[in-house]
């Protein structure tokens, strides 16, 4: 029998998931997939090298996971999180089937396989979670049990679509190569890791573990935005670009298309999702979720940048200068300390939130120093997205009229969400189509090619 779902039923989990989810992402791979992407002439040697590091590091990661689960609850205070953290550690040994793979179906430009498997593992788990908690109320052991799951879905299939075996073999001169991107990507994670996690552990020790579960769901629909938009649309860029490296005229284009079409999904999702914020968070979670509501807001401006920062950190894997981005984020990580730190001690939960956008701002001043060694104008990329903004921002204004007009009828919550997500999606199609129509063909254009439909035409340009 279904139940009403308080916050109470998800909060060890959601408290934890941001933790892996992050950590996994950012210092999983020691960066040697970057190594393989950017090599141009990649051998076995350098395959099996690579793999067996990787392998070796993920092992060591579900040891220490799996380990410090006892110190990490208790450091919220929760002993629930020790057997979440236990069981979501196991996704790291996952993660060995498709470490190699999903590098080879990038550097490939195999998106499309990419995709498939990307889709096929989010509608499992979606359903997986879906069934176990509305049918079987299983509160948050529901979403444990469907992240590891499909984690482990997601890289049997890739396993499978790479039809790539490891061999025996483990070569100095490939390790001395990778390392060199490893260690300074590796290092660049770990600072990014502390970065972007500030405002968790802030929150965390000092508001206490249920706070931190309503910032983490706050923080959790816009950064659902980058993994699942944002980030694959990174992986497919960084692999494109790292073929144009050898001109830096066609780096600068393609990153600037690239990052166009990443604005192009991304701003409107979150644009959107900050104005029907309360209306969305009312209908599908109820009032009891409602704190939620003002941090979201502001969390999701700050992923809108960090959406289109991001992917331009790989420019310096393609420029031969990977140390660059470790070096970075060590003085933004300093930046980022002192404005949680100082905006959350005087407003609290909203002042971190605040604070979170305060610390992307440092991030343009690497675009900056990038769009400066290839010698390209950074006037370009502004002048690529601002038909995205001013678009964006149409949609933001129409679904705002649209969902205080409809109050004022009486019409049901659900129904006026609705209609404020479908007028402003069409104002927002309307508005690029019409009022910037060059903007919108290339745009149309560089995104097919962006996705492989037209892999020789996208090398050509």
């Not at 983490?216 to 497919?236: G, K, M, V, W």
């Not at 990580?333 to 979170?356: E, H, K, N, P």
């Not at 701002?361 to 290839?374: E, G, I, K, N």
């Amino acid at each position: 029998m279904a139940r009403s779902l308080a916050p109470d039923d998800f909060w060890p989990f959601l408290v934890w998931h941001c933790f892996y989810l992050k950590w996994s992402l950012r210092v999983g791979a020691l960066g040697l997939g970057i190594g393989i992407i950017a090599k141009q002439n990649v051998t076995e040697d350098d395959l099996s090298t690579a793999f067996w590091t990787m392998a070796l590091i993920r092992v060591i990661l579900f040891l220490i996971t799996f380990s410090c689960s006892s110190f990490l609850a208790s450091f919220f205070n929760e002993a629930r999180l020790i057997p979440v953290i236990q069981a979501v550690s196991f996704t790291f040994l996952f993660q060995i089937m498709g470490i190699i793979g999903n590098t080879l179906l990038k550097k490939n430009l195999f998106f499309q396989k990419i995709f498939i498997i990307t889709i096929i593992s989010s509608i499992f788990e979606s359903g997986t979670a879906l069934l176990l908690v509305v049918i079987y109320t299983k509160s948050y052991w529901a979403l444990v049990f469907a992240m590891v799951s499909s984690r482990f879905l997601n890289n049997f299939l890739v396993f499978i679509l790479a039809r790539w075996v490891p061999k025996w073999k483990f070569s100095k001169k490939s390790f001395a190569f990778l390392f060199r991107y490893g260690i300074n990507s590796l290092g660049s994670s770990l600072t990014e890791y502390f970065n972007s996690n500030a405002d968790y552990f802030i929150i965390g020790k000092v508001l206490g573990p249920k706070i931190l579960g309503f910032y983490e769901f706050a923080y959790r629909i816009p950064f659902l935005i980058q993994t699942r938009i944002s980030y694959p649309l990174r992986d497919t860029l960084y692999p494109t670009l790292a073929i144009l490296s050898d001109s830096h005229k066609k780096l600068s284009d393609g990153s600037i298309k690239g990052v166009t079409y990443i604005a192009l999904i991304c701003f409107p999702c979150l644009g959107g999702l900050a104005i029907i914020a309360e209306l969305m968070v009312r209908v599908l979670w109820g009032e009891q979720w409602l704190t939620v509501v003002a941090p979201l807001k502001i969390l999701c401006c700050a992923s809108a940048i960090k959406c289109v920062c991001d992917p331009m950190r790989d420019l310096f894997n393609c420029l031969d200068r990977p140390d660059i981005p470790f070096k970075f984020s060590l003085i933004s990580l300093v930046f980022t300390v002192i404005s949680v730190s100082t905006l959350g001690y005087f407003f609290g939960i909203i002042g971190i939130a605040w604070a979170m956008m305060v610390s992307t701002l440092p991030v343009f001043f690497l675009l900056l120093l990038a769009f400066s060694m290839m010698k390209a104008s950074f006037y370009e990329l502004i002048k690529g997205v601002f038909p995205i903004i001013i678009s964006t921002l149409c949609t933001m204004i129409v679904a705002y009229f649209v969902q205080s007009s409809l109050k004022m009828t009486g019409l049901q919550d659900i129904f006026i969400l609705f209609f404020s997500i479908f007028f402003g999606a069409l104002a927002y199609w309307i508005s690029l189509k019409i009022g910037f129509k060059n903007t919108y063909s290339e745009i149309t254009e560089t995104g097919i090619e962006i996705l492989g439909l037209r892999k020789n035409k996208a090398l050509n340009n």
